[in-house]
């Protein structure tokens, strides 16, 4: 049981940890290999209520893509929602992903031209996000939700079981589970 368990864990730790996107530097990642990044929108690029991106994003996406090829990966089914941030970052997109499944996370790569080796998968939900990624074989960043308040239940009850999952990891980081940086 321990051993499915710590399994089951490695698909759900992020390999790395930052409090927001703009924390990230391209430089270090370029240089440890990864040549793509596969973002979130919601609650990573921009809070789930914002119509669009704050400057410090856009300076960020415009410094990040001197150095690595980017795409937006989102669950969300509303072009009219992703379309005008990722105008106005400047980046290609795809819809209804249905994260975790990889077929979202596969058209992201090909958009790339890239393999899962060298693309990080940055966003804010462990269970769509990091184990999206992590099924993907792609390196994985967890940032902290941008929105403080979730609105729906469903969201926070996603939100608590996350809080446990990361809280479960830090005790069993000695078990084998990777660490979070």
């Known amino acids: 049981m321990e051993k499915s368990r710590g399994s089951l864990l490695r698909h759900l730790v992020p390999d790395e940890t930052v409090r927001r996107v703009e924390d990230l530097d391209p430089e270090r990642l370029a240089a440890e290999g990864i040549a793509g990044l596969i973002l979130d929108l919601d609650d990573t690029l921009v809070c789930a209520a914002d119509p669009l991106a704050t400057?410090?994003?856009?300076?960020?996406?415009?410094?990040?893509?001197?150095?690595?090829?980017?795409?937006?990966?989102?669950?969300?089914?509303?072009?009219?929602?992703?379309?005008?941030?990722?105008?106005?970052?400047?980046?290609?997109?795809?819809?209804?992903?249905?994260?975790?499944?990889?077929?979202?996370?596969?058209?992201?790569?090909?958009?790339?031209?890239?393999?899962?080796?060298q693309v990080a998968v940055v966003g804010d939900q462990v269970f769509t996000d990091v184990l999206g990624g992590r099924r993907l074989g792609a390196r994985t960043i967890l940032v902290t939700p941008l929105s403080a308040h979730e609105r729906r239940w469903a969201r926070r009850l996603m939100r608590r079981l996350e809080r446990t999952v990361l809280s479960g990891v830090q005790r069993t980081r000695a078990g084998g589970v990777g660490p979070l940086r």
């Open 55 to 117: 400057d410090g994003v856009c300076e960020w996406i415009e410094s990040t893509r001197a150095h690595l090829k980017v795409v937006i990966l989102s669950n969300n089914h509303r072009r009219h929602r992703v379309a005008p941030v990722a105008r106005q970052l400047s980046l290609p997109f795809i819809l209804r992903a249905f994260k975790p499944l990889r077929s979202g996370f596969r058209r992201a790569l090909e958009l790339l031209e890239l393999p899962a080796e």
